[in-house]
């Protein structure tokens, strides 16, 4: 069974820039798509963006509004997200998930805290 671990997430201001990264233990990490998720304190949690097992293909989710990038490395079982422009509505705590089947996420991460400030 796969483990994931996040890590990354902090105060920033505005405008500013983050990199989450998520690590895989204990399984065959090429084998899943990876996927970032976010809830807001309130708000129902939100797909923010995924890439396939090989990384040939990526999605986002609306609020990404071409400011997030995923990646991933198999060679080390990782898969990150760049998030630029932060705004405001970005503050969250961010989930790595994976999952073997299409549209599906059967495996979820601790989650990181990512607070936006004025």
């Known amino acids: 069974q796969v483990q994931l671990v996040e890590s990354g997430g902090g105060l920033v201001q505005a405008g500013g820039s983050l990199r989450l990264s998520c690590a895989a233990s204990?399984?065959?990490?090429?084998?899943?798509?990876m996927g970032w998720f976010r809830q807001a304190p309130g708000k129902e949690r939100e797909f923010v963006a995924s890439?396939?097992?090989?990384?040939?293909?990526?999605y986002y989710g609306n609020v990404v509004e071409g400011r997030f990038t995923i990646y991933r490395d198999n060679a080390k079982n990782t898969v990150a997200l760049q998030l630029n422009s932060l705004k405001l509505d970005d503050t969250a705590v961010y989930y790595c998930?994976?999952?073997?089947?299409?549209?599906?996420?059967?495996?979820w991460g601790q989650g990181t805290q990512v607070t936006v400030s004025s």
């Open positions: 998930a994976g999952g073997l089947l299409p549209g599906r996420f059967e495996l």
């Open positions: 204990g399984g065959t990490f090429s084998s899943y798509t």
């Open positions: 890439i396939s097992n090989d990384g040939g293909r990526e």
